[in-house]
Every structure is written in C-alpha cells, then in structure tokens.
C-alpha cells in the first residue's frame, strides 16, 4: 500500500510513500529497544551535542523543509520558515538546558541518610502528531524526549509524510543513533496494537479530543503514562480599555495564522459592548484585507486548508451556526477557484449552543460576541469545554492579570497573542488534555521520578523513632 500526499493548493500529488508493512514495524519496534538500552546509557552531554547538531541541519536545509511543509498541507511559506527556525531553537534550548532540568534533586544529606530524586528515562514513547504544524509539533515532543535519554516513534498525519520522512532524517543527519528516531508511515487503525505493543512505554497525542479520549482509553488499559495536547476554542477578551489599534491588529493574526489551523488560534473573540461595534467594524475590516492565495508566494496572508474534506466540515459549522441565526459579517463561503480555500470570515449574532459557540473551529473563521462587562467576559471566556489558551487585552496590567488568573486554561495572557515558547510550559485543562510540553516540565514528563534513598550509617546502633 502507498501513502499519497496533496498539494491542497492545487489538487496534484506531492509524492507518494510505501506504507510501513508489520514486518518492518516489528523491526523498528525492536531497534528502538535496542536503542534505548544504548541511548538512555549515553552522556546526556552527548545527547545534548546531537540535539544542537540537528539544530544545525534544520537551519542548514530550512528552505527544504518549509516548501516540503507548504506543498503538503498549505501553510504559507514565511510560516513555514518560522516554523522550521522554531524547531531549530526548541532543539537548542534542550542542547542548552536539559542536564540542569534532569539534574538528580538531593533532598537531604546529612550523617544517616542522603536521599536524592532522580529522573531517569523511560524507554520508546510514541508520538501521534497532527499535519497542522508538522515539523513544529514533532520537535517540541522530540527536543525533550531524547535529550531525556528515551527513543521517539512517529506517527505522523497521513497527509504529510514527506514530512515525516525529513523529520526522521534530520536525526540521522544530526548522528543520531538508528533507532532513536523512527518514523512509522501507518494507519490510524493501526495506532492501538501499538500502543499494546510491550516495547512501547508511553505515549503523547497532539490532535482533537476525540482522538485524545481513544488514546488514553488504550494507554490507561495498559497503564501507560500519557501526555495529550487536544484542541482548543480560546477566547480573545477585549475589555473598553483595550489599545485598540494593536488589539485589532493581533485578533487578525491570533485568528488566522496558519491558515486559522492552530489549537491556540483564537476562536472566540469576546468584546464588551462599549467598545464591541467599534471592535467588529475594524476586524472585519482588517480581515477582508488580507491576501488569500498560493502559499507559495511571500505576499500572502492565508493558503489553502490543508485538506478538502476538512474545509468541507468547517462550511458545515458556519452554515449550521447560520441556520441558527449567526449573521455572516463577512466571508462564509468556499472560495471560487481551485484549491481547498476558504476566506476570512466573521459571524456575529451566534446563538448559544450552535456549533461557532461550542465546538472548535479549525480554520480563518471567528466569532464575536457582545458582552456587558468585564465579570460576563469571564464567564463566557470560561463556558466552554476546552481550556488550551486565553487572552485579555487592557490598557491596565493589574486588570489583565487579574482576569488572566481566572481564566480556566493552560496559558493565559495579556495584551499578547498566545504562542507556544520552549521556555514555558504547554498544554491545556478540561477537553484540551494534560501533561505539558515545554519547559522543564515537558522533559519531566517521560521520566521516571525515582526515589533514591541512600542510608549512609548501616550496621550502626540506631535508635527507633516511632
Ligand atoms: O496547534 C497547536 C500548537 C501551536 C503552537 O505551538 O504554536
């Protein structure tokens, strides 16, 4: 069986892959054990040098990486060098940082007892992870993982396995053992007995919390340690002392980067009503100025989404929310011409419950809606089932803090666009998963917290302390 890629701009194939046959995914399975036993014993200096070597071969072969990322699934291409640059620097930070984050805690020293917290790794962990950011997403489980001495597999979208194939290579450019990095090019069917599979020891998804929820139902029946990055409906909140300017500006880009496509895209704009028609006019205004085109040219803003089919089941939500009484302020069609294209769009009036309320819309479409303060801003920010992301946007930094605190999300933040950040924890609360990714929290999450309890006067007299 073949895996055949689309450029969704276009409609032409990009390439087309053998699928991983059994034989071959019990091999790698295998050499990934293998792998482990040597890896996990190697310095973690070592470990780190390897990690700024595939720094080294993003940055080196950027412009490879961010075409082969726009003809698989649309980003545009400035996008897609930012992205490859990203990658390059989660793999630096790692290189810089991660022997002083696993470094082993001495809890208490002393004559009797020294006891010591150690953090050692796992063994092969399997990484599902989505097309929307497809280097992105993989370096930032990547980065962690190795440097904490486990071995990655790779079960990468199906729409960009050309991308899944660079990744891979990357590491073996960079001198990776074979084996530390593996990419399976196999079907989402196949995810289960993998996960099954005695070799694998843990496992993190990226992806929507439909999947997220059969991920953790295998991995806990397994008893499995995972780490799930789900999706995201974020608020934007825009309180009457918003710099309006810069809060317009950042409401265009928070909601269409990437094509709309991004878990921590906001989704839900929230304006109270002082300043609510003054904030609709100017963002739809600003959104209709955007340039939708070929990804491949520098001057445009919005590409195509990244498959046909998914463009077809974001019309579905912005009708039905119509049919509910959303009132379009601008867009709301696909676009006329080849491509999966669909244009900037803006619905006001979205009834409760409808779908542009209440479930994640994962393309250029936002919402707005009027609230009468700042109290009813929280409330609406928080009557949602995902917890990814928030903003606030407020002139006074103690009241944008303020209600950042009381936002029920992963990462908050004020008069900024939510980004993810190697130095700063990320991940959600609620529908949108747990675990972190990031930080010295992400690389603390395929470890094994070892208590290390040395006595140091055995065979001395000691006396019982009841
Ligand atoms: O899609 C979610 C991740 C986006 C990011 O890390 O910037």
């Not at 809890?107 to 020294?114: K, Q, W, Y």
């Not at 139902?217 to 002392?241: M, R, Y």
């Not at 928070?254 to 094509?259: H, M, Q, T, Y």
């Not at 070929?294 to 039905?320: K, S």
Request: proline letters at 5%; a negative charge; charged letters at 30%.
């Amino acid at each position: 069986m073949s895996i055949e890629s689309t450029n969704p701009a276009t409609g032409d194939v990009v390439d087309s892959f053998e699928e991983t046959t059994d034989e071959e995914q019990d091999d790698h399975l295998e050499r990934a054990t293998e792998t482990f036993e040597e890896w996990s014993d190697t310095p973690i200096e070592t470990r780190q040098r390897l990690l700024a070597r595939a720094a080294d071969v993003l940055r080196e072969n950027e412009a490879t990486y961010a075409e082969l990322m726009t003809e698989e699934m649309g980003k545009p291409i400035g996008q897609a060098h930012d992205e490859v640059e990203k990658c390059a620097w989660v793999c630096d930070y790692y290189a810089e940082t991660a022997a002083e984050h696993l470094q082993d805690e001495v809890i208490a020293s002393d004559e009797s007892a020294r006891t010591v917290v150690a953090y050692q790794p796992l063994g092969p962990v399997l990484a599902i992870m989505p097309w929307n950011f497809p280097f992105w997403q993989v370096f930032r489980f990547a980065a962690p993982t190795l440097a904490a001495g486990n071995v990655g597999l790779l079960k990468h979208a199906s729409n960009v396995p050309g991308c899944a194939r660079a990744i891979e290579a990357v590491f073996e450019r960079a001198g990776f053992p074979e084996g530390a990095f593996t990419s399976l090019l196999i079907s989402s069917s196949e995810i289960d007995a993998v996960i099954e599979d005695d070799r694998i020891s843990a496992v993190t998804i990226t992806g929507s919390d439909g999947a997220g929820r059969s991920v953790a139902e295998t991995a806990g029946s397994q008893l499995k340690k995972n780490v799930l990055e789900l999706g995201g409906s974020d608020p934007f909140v825009v309180l009457e002392d918003a710099p309006m300017e810069q809060t317009v500006e950042t409401a265009v880009q928070a909601r269409l980067i990437n094509n709309g496509q991004s878990c921590i895209a906001a989704k839900r704009f929230i304006v109270v009503d002082e300043v609510y028609d003054e904030f609709v006019d100017r963002f739809t205004e600003a959104m209709d100025e955007q340039v939708v085109g070929d990804p491949m040219d520098e001057e445009t803003d919005i590409g195509p989404q990244a498959r046909e089919d998914l463009m077809a089941d974001l019309h579905e939500q912005v009708q039905e929310t119509v049919d509910q009484g959303g009132e379009i302020e601008l867009g709301g069609e696909p676009m006329d011409r080849d491509g999966a294209f669909y244009p900037p769009t803006v619905i006001t009036d979205v009834p409760e419950n409808a779908p542009a309320d209440r479930e994640e819309l994962f393309g250029p479409v936002a919402t707005v809606f009027r609230v009468p303060d700042e109290a009813a801003a929280i409330e609406k920010a928080n009557d949602t089932r995902f917890g990814l992301g928030a903003s606030v946007w407020t002139e006074n930094v103690e009241r944008g803090e303020r209600v950042a605190r009381q936002f029920e999300s992963g990462l908050a933040f004020v008069n900024e666009l939510v980004k993810s950040d190697p130095r700063l924890p990320f991940g959600g609360v609620k529908d949108s998963g747990y675990g972190r990714e990031l930080s010295r929290h992400g690389i603390r999450e395929f470890v094994n917290t070892k208590t290390i309890w040395v006595q140091q006067d055995a065979g001395e007299e000691t006396e019982m302390v009841e």
